[in-house]
């Protein structure tokens, strides 16, 4: 059990957390996924005061613990004096209603916790778009209970975004209203393709990972700005972009949310719009904190939402974080499975110079050399080869111009559709 709350936190809300472990999760994972609750807790603006494990093979259908355990969990709430129960599954809303009734107690499972966050940090009008509209898809089917029941106007975690002056809504109205933010972010969409339309001819590399794996810490090392990196989870929501010179290539470095093991579906669904940023990059950087003993686990978490993502055909480069914090052990044993990584310390500024190298690498093996003789009237293609390439030599031979130039694959590809057929005369060298 916990220490008891120090008096420095009492204006914080009280909570306990409950996990299952049994024969698909160990009793050192489930302990492991309750430390990350914790932080999850603490983010939304708890306290964590009790942890309680059960050894169950599955869920019980109707109180996930089983009617003994939520006796257990009644007693240790009023000894302790706990506002709020946080599962770290998510729970039916059967589940929900007979847990509170047996506990007297607030609950919320996992998502509802994630979802409060993610109210909680959203700034632009995408993210708290996007925001809304995932609680409001997870709210739907549970609309009695926490329309009625919670009486959401009490505030503390769980009560933050839609709904807090809504508690007479129906489902036609909520349904209403997720059209409604559909539409908005169809619109916001749009104007995001607008913007990054104007950042075409320039290469995109996107840090992802697990959160709080250190991909801020990594863009203001990179870029000397300063987009929030603290020790928190979720501190990133929204994209953040920013140009960064190599030696050889400017590059645009985007930062993103990070992920999480069961992030719940609705918000990879609104984040969908804000993720494109990874789904249309060159490259990723997948940043994983190399000091945590989860940190296999964490990787495999990342790779699994970029498969959800159809993102998994993007070259990545595997970055090990936090160097400064791993033994000599935890190294080597890295550096035989992942022997393509690169070791850093985003914090310390160690290695970065090696990661922009690899960088530089990967967009070299996208650029090949062409010779085209180009009709002079056709001057955008080439305006385009003189703005994206790098001419090596130009010749005038009559009303045509031959150029020999350096290309990415992708802008050649480009520059094909200006010239609409690339001719019989191209040579590539």
Known sequence: MLDDVKNSDIEQEKVMLVGLYGPKVTKFQAEEYLEELAMLADTAG??????VLQNKTQPDISTYVGKGKIQELKRIKGEKKIDTIIFDDDLSPTQIRNIEAGTEAKILDRSALILDIFASRAKTAAAKTQVELAQLQYLLPRLTRYWTHLSRQKGGIGTKGPGETQIETDRRIIGQRIATLKDKLKKLDQQRTTQRKGREGM??????????AGKSTLMNAFTATNVLAEDRLFATLDSTVRRLDLENHSILLSDTVGFIRKLPHNLIESFKSTLDEVREADILLHVVDGSSIMAHEYKEVVDTTLEELNATNTKTVLVLNKVDKMTSD????????????IFVSAEQSIGLRELEEKIEELIESDYSYHTLQIPMSKYKAVAFIHENATVDSEE???SNVELTFSMADKDFEQLSHLLNTIGSNEEVI
């Open 46 to 51: 708890g306290i964590t005061v009790e942890k």
């Open 203 to 212: 290469h995109r590399v996107s840090l992802v990972g697990y959160t709080n």
């Open 330 to 341: 935890q190294i080597a044993e890295m550096r035989d499975e992942y022997p393509d990584a």
């Open 396 to 398: 005038f031979e009559g």
